[in-house]
């Protein structure tokens, strides 16, 4: 039973997948996400129902529209794929609790603001408020242990990055400092701080291989929403464990 409802929530996790893209990449250009209907960005071919299906579809149609030939981009299926894959390792994770909605919850926004920033190198409020409302009242229902980590956590990520941005000049977004504030919502205290040395570390990686690769631009920016996502989420699973291991390790 437990592996048709991990089958179930890759499926879902795809078709919310799809509808992620659509809010990442519509709603930083005051767009409606409902209107207009799925379609291509270069000659405004309105998908069919077989050209929307989550993953599928693209390659399907061998990654380009099937009117104008030009190519789709990459962001709709791997997007697509990594919310299935979220989905489904949430519930494997958690079963049916209520972590199981906060990690959905979590995962979704993670997923929407990489690909905002990704796409335009921003993460709008119109994404963020939302789910800081929805973590808020989360957070009230159902507090960390201690209760005040979560409220730290949300405090101290947002001064944290706040002023990293100051001392920089601007070097840390606006975005990315008001998403600590919700992730710390989640993650509590040490989580938080530990998600964003392993943001750090991946950022840090990432411009050592484009630096190998003779890619590495002075003063062009490079979006670190990405890298907060990816440290967010492996705290989120295994932060406990790695704090746990840290400590054992410093200790013995």
């Not at 504030?181 to 943001?199: N, P, R």
Request: with cysteine.
């Amino acid at each position: 039973m437990n592996t048709f409802w991990t089958v179930y929530f890759a499926v879902i996790g795809l078709v919310f997948g799809s509808f992620f893209n659509v809010v990442g990449l519509r709603v930083p250009n005051h767009e409606s996400i409902v209107f207009p209907s799925s379609h291509c960005p270069y000659c405004h071919h309105k998908l069919r129902w077989f050209e929307n299906i989550p993953l599928f579809s693209f390659f399907f149609l061998k990654g380009k529209c099937r009117s104008c030939k030009r190519k789709i981009s990459w962001i709709y299926p791997i997007f697509e794929a990594v919310t299935g894959v979220l989905f489904a390792f949430s519930f494997y994770q958690f079963g049916w609790s209520m972590n199981l909605v906060m990690a959905c919850l979590f995962t979704s926004l993670l997923v929407v603001i990489t690909v905002s920033d990704l796409a335009y190198m921003v993460i709008p409020d119109k994404i963020l408020l939302p789910f800081m409302i929805l973590f808020i009242v989360i957070r009230l229902l159902s507090p960390t242990v201690p209760w005040w980590s979560s409220w730290a956590g949300a405090v101290i990520g947002f001064g944290l990055l706040f002023l990293i941005a100051v001392v920089t000049n601007g070097a840390m977004g606006g975005g990315d400092i008001k998403l600590y504030f919700v992730i710390g919502l989640i993650l509590g205290l040490e989580k938080t701080l530990l998600s964003f040395f392993l943001a750090c570390l991946f950022g840090s990686l990432f411009g050592l291989i484009l630096l190998f690769k003779g890619k590495f631009k002075k003063g062009k920016p490079v979006p670190f929403g990405p890298f907060i996502a990816a440290g967010a989420i492996l705290a989120f699973f295994y932060g406990q464990d790695m704090i746990d291991f840290y400590i054992r390790t410093m200790w013995s």
